[in-house]
């Protein structure tokens, strides 16, 4: 079974920031594109940002300019750290370890609440 564990959520004030951390094992971090997404409530899962396995990262405009996502290849984690937050980026978070090509795989984590106050 394959694990995938997110931490880093929480409550902070509209302007603060949070960083998400989501770590899973070697043989499956190595080979990932590691995304993460959030769904708020009455609205579909959206992807956030996105990191490949040879480090190219992708942003939801959205988010540009003030989430960061990194990876840290030796832990097997991948970061998103969140500055500026907005009240409308109040969402669980999900982190999501991918692979299209052989051999393909969607694992997914169980979701960390985010809450932003205004």
């Known amino acids: 079974q394959v694990q995938i564990v997110e931490t880093g959520g929480g409550s902070v004030q509209s302007g603060g920031s949070l960083r998400l951390s989501c770590a899973t094992s070697?043989?499956?971090?190595?080979?990932?594109?590691m995304r993460w997404y959030r769904q708020a409530p009455g609205k579909q899962r959206e992807l956030v940002a996105e990191i490949t396995s040879g480090g190219t990262m992708n942003y939801a405009d959205s988010v540009t300019g003030r989430f960061a996502i990194s990876r840290d290849n030796a832990k097997n984690t991948v970061y998103l750290q969140m500055n500026s937050l907005k009240a409308e980026d109040t969402a669980v978070y999900y982190c999501?370890?991918?692979?299209?090509?052989?051999?393909?795989?969607?694992?997914w984590g169980q979701g960390t609440q985010v809450t932003v106050s205004s």
């Open positions: 070697r043989t499956i971090f190595q080979i990932s594109s």
């Open positions: 999501n370890a991918n692979r299209a090509t052989t051999p393909k795989f969607d694992y």
